[in-house]
């Protein structure tokens, strides 16, 4: 299992890198400016190489400077890169934690007529229960809402820490995107979505009573609601001060 964390925060790198570089094109474009398709050096102008794009690394044998000019080229897009790695590397986890597969491990549980006896056995279903899971579509789609809405976030953020402000197209296509994580996960608790690979998956490794259910749709909408009343006059603040 450990190498779907290291294929995660790999593409966290990738996407921490392009956060950074869109949040500088929108600023540009703000400033009546323009990037060209391929990345450059904003200092001396020189396109940078496949080998000059590689996350973390070519930062580090670079020293954070361009290769032609040797100006810095700043910390921020090797910590967006760590950074994201990271989130991306913690949303599989939670997605996984949320299937309970991380509860599959020395005797715990037990999966389907397969004994947890063993740790090394238990393992070896975790990670076959993690590949079914992910081969899921409703799964999948709950993880392309979830990262594609960190990786907006991060853009939020790169571009409030550097010019003081807020795009804010992105905080509504947040909210949609909140909203549609929101709706997904209350169908797929309640059983609606439930067909194929996720009710084998679902099978393995439990899940909770309809009426619980129902509790918890109770809370989440009062949760959603609460945060669809917060959200305009945190947008305020956050204009108001930046």
């Known amino acids: 299992m ?39 050096c904003l200092c001396c102008g020189h396109k ?9 690394l070519s930062w580090i044998f670079l020293r954070g400077a361009c290769r ?9 897009e090797l910590f967006s890169e760590i950074v994201m790695g990271v989130i991306f590397s913690l949303i599989l986890w939670f997605v996984l934690k949320q299937a309970g597969l ?16 063993g740790a090394a ?11 079914k899971l992910l081969c ?15 990786v907006l976030f991060w853009i939020l953020f790169v571009h409030d820490f550097k010019w003081q402000s807020l795009p804010s197209w992105i905080l509504y296509v947040l909210i949609f995107l909140g909203i549609a994580y929101f709706v997904l996960n209350e169908m797929t608790s ?5 067909e194929g690979g996720v009710s084998g998956v679902t099978k393995m ?13 109770k809370r989440d909408l009062a949760g959603l609601f609460g945060g669809l009343l917060i959200l305009p006059g945190l947008y305020f603040v956050l204009y108001r001060f930046s």
């Open 136 to 150: 899921n579509p409703v799964v999948i789609l709950r993880l392309v809402i979830l990262l594609s809405s960190a």
């Open 68 to 76: 032609k000019c040797k100006n810095k080229i700043g910390k921020m």
């Open 48 to 56: 940078l190489e496949w080998f000059e794009l590689v996350p973390i």
């Open 205 to 217: 490794v439990g899940k909770l009573a309809f009426s619980q259910q129902i509790t918890f749709l």
């Open 2 to 40: 450990w190498l779907l964390f290291v294929v995660f925060f790999s593409f966290g790198a990738i996407f921490g890198s392009f956060a950074c570089c869109q949040a500088e094109r929108m600023f540009l474009k703000s400033e009546g400016k323009e990037l060209g398709r391929r990345s450059q």
């Open 102 to 117: 991380f509860g599959l491990i020395g005797g715990v549980k037990t999966v389907e007529g397969i004994s947890a006896g």
């Open 121 to 131: 056995d238990i393992l070896g279903v975790r990670d076959e229960l993690a590949l």
């Open 190 to 194: 309640l059983g609606f979505m439930q």
